[in-house]
């Protein structure tokens, strides 16, 4: 599948699924169907480019602090079991070579940046969804949102994207004959659906935080049983070591007598005992350069102000309140999107 054909597939997809939120009978039928028309392609064109510099700028993270486990374990490996080899340095080198190549490719295509700069315009034509119901002309959308990254490529598209758009299409709503309609589908769509996201994300970040706290634990136990295998002198001659060793059949001594390899117990658990920790360290710098335990807090607090939110439209009267509480939402999202900036700006991984 071509760049093209992806992209409308993307499209239709979205479509259909905003479209089969109301009846066609419904007033804000039209309102949707203007918005799959008109802002639903940039939307989908900048969403994708937001996810897959995301997952790019990740990759690069978690290869980088992976990779650098590789080359400690393996210049570990060719120092104890194979000293006189020295072809397996290559293997180091092509590592590196390729975490160079790695970070290099990132920082040209700016991943992370990209990642930034598409999320946040693809949040403001997310919520023009839900803003654009009151307001007839483009004027009366405050383009300057988003004050802290106000100098950001991101905003500059946005208001490029605003200087040429067009309102003349848009059709109009009756917000009083039809207040609690909307109301209904900004509680269901906009407020309902950002809990569940929230929600989803939290759990995820949650659960990838276990998993390499869980992980680690491990690493620290069989750490500790090496280093008290070492400290039995398994593997090495030493009186509790040569006792061990004749009782499970260990050898102390293992070459294939051109001193090429050196295969034994003690050079494995020197391996293990400094392999153990490196991973340990670098699935710790993951998990703390993508701040999983931050993210999952910050999910946590945004589910409750939600929810608040998600009170207050029933107690809303009339066409003024539900525009206050509309831009009193839109405000939020465009607080905490910027609180997330700054959360993840500065985090980044280097071969150095």
């Keep these: 599948m071509n760049k093209k054909d992806f992209y409308q597939k993307q499209y239709e997809e979205e479509k259909k699924y905003i479209l089969d939120k109301e009846d066609e009978k419904s007033p804000l039928f039209s309102h949707l169907r203007w918005y799959c028309d008109i802002i639903l392609p940039t939307f989908i064109k900048v969403n994708i480019k937001a996810i897959k510099s995301q997952k790019k700028y990740q990759f690069g993270i978690t290869f980088i602090y992976l990779a650098s486990t590789c080359i400690v374990t393996l210049v570990i490996i060719q120092a104890l079991f194979f000293p006189n080899i020295f072809q397996l340095i290559w293997i180091e080198v092509l590592i590196i070579l390729i975490m160079l190549f790695v970070q290099w490719q990132s920082k040209k295509f700016a991943y992370h940046q990209n990642w930034l700069e598409s999320r946040f315009l693809a949040e403001k034509l997310r919520n023009l969804l839900y803003i654009s119901l009151f307001f007839n002309t483009k004027d009366s959308i405050n383009v300057e949102r988003g004050s802290f990254i106000s100098s950001n490529k991101s905003t500059k598209q946005w ?194």
């Design 159 to 352: 208001k490029t994207f605003m200087k040429y758009f067009s309102f003349d299409e848009k059709p109009f709503i009756n917000i009083i004959k039809h207040l609690q309609t909307i109301k209904d589908f900004l509680k269901v769509d906009w407020i309902e659906s950002q809990i569940k996201y929230h929600i989803h994300t939290g759990n995820r970040n949650h659960k990838r935080l276990k998993l390499i706290e869980r992980i680690g634990f491990c690493f620290l136990i069989l750490t500790i049983g090496v280093a008290i295998s070492h400290a039995l002198g398994i593997g090495h001659h030493t009186a509790i070591g040569d006792v061990i060793n004749s009782i499970f059949h260990f050898s102390s001594e293992h070459s294939n007598g051109h001193n090429e390899t050196s295969f034994t117990i003690g050079n494995l658990l020197t391996i293990f005992a400094l392999f153990f920790p490196a991973l340990s360290a670098s699935l710790n710098a993951i998990k703390h350069t993508l701040e999983y335990q931050k993210m999952h807090i910050r999910s946590l607090e945004i589910v409750s102000i939600l929810k608040d939110f998600k009170n207050m439209i029933d107690e809303i009267k009339d066409e003024e309140e539900l525009k206050n509480f509309i831009s009193s939402v839109e405000k939020f999202f465009m607080h905490e999107h910027e609180e997330w900036i700054t959360l993840v700006a500065h985090k980044s991984a280097d071969v150095g």
